[in-house]
T-cell receptor
Framework: GAVVSQHPSRVICKSGTSVKIECRSL??????MFWYRQFPKKSLMLMAT?????????EQGVEKDKFLINHASLTLSTLTVTSAHPEDSSFYIC???????????FGSGTRLTVV | GENVEQHPSTLSVQEGDSAVIKCTYS??????FPWYKQELGKRPQLIID?????GEKKDQRIAVTLNKTAKHFSLHITETQPEDSAVYFC??????????FGGGTRLMVKP
């Protein structure tokens, strides 16, 4: 079945540094990738939608200059958290539309801790 | 935009009992309703889904019902087992392929 590989699974970084999270579709072409953020014991909140070859669409309240999304190919989308702060610590997870039949496939998630 | 409400937020049942989780949605154009099970620190796993042209769907111990008129759908788990303990999320997919999640239900099955 459709697989989305997300890396890294865990990352600890210092305040002020940037962190890149990658999501790759392994056996299908992901024209659309969704990026979610999940705080402990909370639901998944959509941050942005990325379409291959075009600029990402950000949800209200999400800073596009802080959360840089790149979807340069049909199999790779990246989220870069720039100038990270402790309040950016969260679980970030991507999801791709697999096409037909409303299929959604989630990456394994990245737990970001900013110290 | 779409708004999905999910209840209850926590649910504790005895092993072997049934568990019911309910969700309502606001966008009448939503046409696909998946349910996800999420264990701590892991990705959501699709456990069952239903499309708007179907009223009920069953897969072994899990069933989902949909009432389009009332805009609500429910997850039913029968004969619960300790391994069913997890957080369950409902979701609704609108015409723009945007998936909106409910707030989640923490299910605890006591042996």
């Amino acid at each position: 079945g459709a697989v989305v590989s997300q890396h890294p699974s865990r990352v600890i970084c210092k305040s002020g540094t940037s962190v890149k999270i990658e999501c790759r579709s392994l056996d299908f072409q992901a024209t659309t990738m969704f990026w979610y953020r999940q705080f402990p014991k909370k639901s998944l909140m959509l941050m942005a939608t990325s379409n291959e070859g075009s600029k990402a669409t950000y949800e209200q309240g999400v800073e596009k200059d802080k959360f840089l999304i790149n979807h340069a190919s049909l199999t790779l989308s990246t989220l870069t958290v720039t100038s990270a702060h402790p309040e950016d610590s969260s679980f970030y997870i991507c999801s791709a539309l697999t096409g037909g039949n409303y299929g959604y496939t989630f990456g394994s998630g990245t737990r970001l801790t900013v110290v | 935009g779409e708004n999905v409400e999910q209840h209850p937020s926590t649910l504790s049942v005895q092993e072997g009992d049934s568990a019911v989780i309910k969700c309502t949605y606001s966008d009448s154009a939503s046409n696909y309703f998946p349910w996800y099970k999420q264990e701590l620190g892991k990705r959501p796993q699709l456990i069952i889904d239903i499309r708007s042209n179907v009223g009920e769907k069953k897969d072994q111990r899990i069933a989902v019902t949909l009432n389009k008129t009332a805009k609500h759908f429910s997850l039913h788990i029968t004969e619960t087992q300790p391994e069913d303990s997890a957080v369950y999320f409902c979701a609704a997919l609108n015409a723009g392929n945007m998936l909106t999640f409910g707030g989640g239900t923490r299910l605890m099955v006591k042996p």
